[in-house]
């Protein structure tokens, strides 16, 4: 009797087709993960940030009243900047991080804070003048920086919170929490990707990107002009 068994040459054609089929669909396996990571972290902090905002209500009243504007450094009763505060994450701490968990937070020179949560995604404020925008990172700020020279719906997503201001371009926010960026939306959806000001994939700062995927239940849209990352 002869044994049988495979060639040399078709054990080689064989491991050459499962490459090239591992080749062609690994990558949509891992953006596919990515996707999930992306989506689940970004509907988690905002669920997590807005039920902080009713908490901090229920204790101090309607946020349009408590809410505040800040930015830089505090300052004594001098009037001398302090080194290492921040008026933003005294106001922050003050109201919101009682009934938020972080893990850390750094302060920038400027006074500008970042918040670091247990999942790995991590909040800062935008600029050093004001505390109305705020960037959502699903994974590590400075390593979103690093990988991207433009990271803007990819890694980092832009929110607002301003309840206070009846101003017509803030209108989608006022009297609500922490929202994805829609100032001066008109209301389309269209315009979420194509405005020149803002869209998501018409413009450089992209501030729409995180409104696309909220207005699609959380769920990153297939038309979505980027592929995520965290």
């Known amino acids: 009797m002869k044994n049988k068994a495979f060639t040399l040459s078709e054990v080689l054609i064989t491991l050459g087709i499962i490459g090239i089929v591992a080749a062609m669909t690994l990558p949509a396996l891992v953006q596919k993960y990515r996707n999930r990571v992306v989506e689940t972290r970004l509907q988690k902090f905002y669920s997590a940030i807005n039920q902080a905002v009713k908490m901090a209500e229920s204790e101090y009243g309607d946020k349009k009243y408590w809410y505040e ?19 933003v ?48 990172y699903p994974g590590n700020p400075d390593k979103c ?41 008109d209301g389309n959806i269209d ?11 018409a413009s450089d700062n992209r501030a729409f990107c995180a409104a696309v995927i909220q207005y699609n239940n959380w769920r990153i849209p297939e038309e979505y002009p980027f592929k995520v990352d965290y």
């Not at 800040?70 to 001398?80: P, Q, S, T």
């Not at 990707?193 to 998501?200: M, Q, R």
């Open 89 to 136: 994450d005294i106001w922050f701490s003050k109201y919101l991080l009682p009934h938020i968990k972080i893990i850390k937070k750094t302060i920038s020179s400027d006074g500008k804070p970042v918040y670091y949560f247990s999942d790995g995604s991590a909040l800062a404020v935008t600029h050093s003048s004001w505390s109305r925008e705020w960037y959502f």
């Open 191 to 201: 315009s979420l990707y194509n405005s020149t000001a803002n869209g998501c994939a």
């Open 145 to 185: 920086r690093r990988k991207y020279s433009n990271p803007y719906g990819i890694c980092v997503f832009e929110f607002e919170f301003y309840p206070a201001s009846t101003d017509n371009s803030w209108r989608f926010l006022y009297n609500k929490g922490f929202e994805p960026v829609k100032f001066k939306w």
């Open 69 to 87: 504007d800040l930015g830089g450094l505090a300052v004594d009763e001098e009037g001398n900047e302090i080194e290492g505060s921040s008026k």
